[in-house]
């Protein structure tokens, strides 16, 4: 059967924006701050995929049945930014090396490292924090094993970061030296991630909302940057304590710029890097 394609952005009269925000809310328990033109081409993405031509009729299909769950992740998708690139914020990296060489040099060496990008979009951002970690690992003490986990809420960009292949103009913002040991060539100009680096990151699909029931814990290391901001400030509150329940004790955590104005766990105290919303744990 052919699908009807709608030819232009869709009416979404102020109601239906009121529906749609209020079971995202509920839903997924973020909130999409974007302009009335931008929520409707993303609907019109939706609508035209699904060969639907009546703005009513699509939101209907909101309701608690497996598929529009599914569709809700779908349109997810598209109203979430995930503007992100390698080493973005090069303070961040700049304290977590700092952090990795301490906790190398300082006392007995741990018997492995791990850490994790929550909110990681396509995996710049984890596959950065590894090339910093094995860079000073292999320096220092080879032996040390490591690993990383990266989680979003968007199932395509799991999939993309899986993959761990870019193009040449995205990794313009890797810093030299480190391009030439992680990134290997691909057809077309691209480059991918080494093997190496690739077999030791992981991804998976994962709601922050639901963070305390993740079957992941025992951090050296998490980054959550830029991602709170989708989340209203209790929850971003009750989000910041389920990240330093899962770092352990000494671990760093790093905070997107501006979103650290909710913390309040008596467990971290502020790292004094200028420019970097970075805490440590001392407790709980």
């Given at each position: 059967m052919k699908a009807i394609v709608a030819s232009q952005a869709p009416e979404l009269g102020r109601a239906y924006l009121l529906k749609l925000m209020q079971k995202l809310h509920t839903e997924v328990g973020i909130s999409i701050d974007s302009t009335q033109s931008v929520i409707s081409g993303c609907i019109q993405a939706r609508m035209n995929y699904l060969g639907c031509a009546d703005v009513g009729r699509y939101l209907a299909t909101f309701d608690n049945s497996i598929n529009a769950r599914a569709e809700w992740l779908a349109l997810v998708d598209l109203l979430t930014v995930k503007s992100t690139r390698f080493f973005r914020q090069p303070e961040a990296f700049v304290c977590l090396a700092d952090y990795v060489e301490s906790l190398l040099n300082q006392g007995p060496a741990p018997s492995e490292l791990s850490f994790w990008s929550a909110g990681c979009s396509y995996g710049q951002e984890l596959y950065s924090m590894a090339m910093v970690v094995d860079a000073i690992v292999s320096r220092h003490q080879p032996w040390v094993q490591w690993h990383g986990i990266?989680?979003?809420?968007?199932?395509?960009?799991?999939?993309?970061?899986?993959?761990?292949?870019?193009?040449?103009?995205?990794?313009d913002s890797i810093p030299e030296g480190f391009g030439d040991s992680y990134l290997d060539e691909k057809l077309g100009g691209r480059k991918i991630v080494t093997e190496d680096l690739r077999t030791r990151t992981h991804f998976f699909h994962s709601n922050l909302l639901h963070v305390d029931g993740a079957p992941f814990a025992d951090f050296n290391i998490i980054f959550c940057q830029n991602v709170l901001i989708y989340f209203e400030r209790d929850r971003q509150r009750w989000i910041i304590d389920q990240l330093v329940n899962r770092l352990r004790l000494g671990g760093l955590l790093v905070l997107g710029a501006g979103e650290d104005v909710t913390l309040q766990n008596q467990s971290v105290c502020r790292l004094p890097w200028p420019g970097v919303s970075a805490y440590q744990k001392t407790g709980g």
């Open positions: 990266g989680t979003d809420i968007s199932f395509r960009a799991i999939s993309e970061a899986q993959r761990g292949i870019y193009p040449a103009t995205a990794v």
